[in-house]
């Protein structure tokens, strides 16, 4: 299983948007709609903002939406805070039980 | 309220062995299917293993497949991960988490593992 692509870095000032994607293959993005996103920030655990592409849990801001399309996944984050710089990691089913990560994207709010 | 608690890392030789477990409270962990994953120092995450509900299914990364085996223990809400044979590249904050309907929901804070010499 190779690792999902994802840009290492990202950055935005403070009230724009910003979008991150995350390509796999036809194995695993393109053929599951169970891609997640994660945030972590330094020292926490991964938190889950997205699942099964488009839905957020309980409790996570608006402000933070998913889509795909094909064997490509993103993650977009409205007016960007202060409190959203962090390291962000998709992950896709991969068939069989298996889940397959992305590099992770660390954001920089400017 | 999920919470899953890590513990049983720590500093083994190339070659060697330990043993992680992760405690579940707040939910029957018997309900979920439960997996490992890693975050290497420089590296994204990695899952590891993951096992079904009733324990009677065990899955793994070509990178352990052979060298690590997961197991649970529902009456006791415990997780494990049972690694030998250890290298340099096991090196990782090991996490214990949820699986909910296909995404990886819950996550534990980490035991970190170091192999070295």
């Known amino acids: 299983q190779s690792a999902l692509t994802q840009p290492a870095s990202v950055s935005g000032s403070p009230g724009q948007s910003i979008t991150i994607s995350c390509t796999g293959t036809s194995s695993d993005v393109g053929r599951f709609d169970l891609v997640s996103w994660y945030q972590q920030h330094p020292g926490k655990a991964p938190k889950l903002m997205i699942y099964e592409v488009t839905k957020r849990p309980s409790g996570v801001s608006t402000r933070f939406s998913g889509s795909k399309s094909g064997n490509t996944a993103s993650l977009t984050i409205s007016g960007l805070q202060a409190e959203d710089e962090a390291d962000y990691s998709c992950c896709s089913y991969a068939g069989d039980s298996t889940w397959v990560f992305g590099g992770g994207t660390k954001l920089t709010v400017l | 309220e999920v919470q899953l608690l890590e513990s049983g890392g720590g500093l083994v030789q190339p070659g060697g062995s330990l043993r992680l477990s992760c405690a579940a409270s707040?939910?029957?962990?018997?309900?979920?299917?439960l997996s490992w994953i890693r975050k290497a120092p420089g590296k994204g995450l990695e899952w590891v293993s993951s096992?079904?509900?009733?324990?009677?299914?065990?899955y793994y990364a070509e990178s352990v497949k052979g060298r690590f085996t997961i197991s649970r223990d529902n009456s006791k809400n415990t997780l494990y991960l049972q690694m030998t044979s250890l290298r340099a590249e096991d090196t990782a904050l090991y996490y214990c988490?949820?699986?909910?309907?296909?995404?990886?929901?819950?996550w534990g804070q980490g035991t970190l593992v170091t192999v070295s010499s």
């Open positions: 988490a949820t699986v909910i309907a296909g995404t990886v929901y819950h």
């Open positions: 096992t079904s509900d009733s324990g009677g299914g065990a």
């Open positions: 707040g939910f029957t962990s018997s309900s979920y299917t």
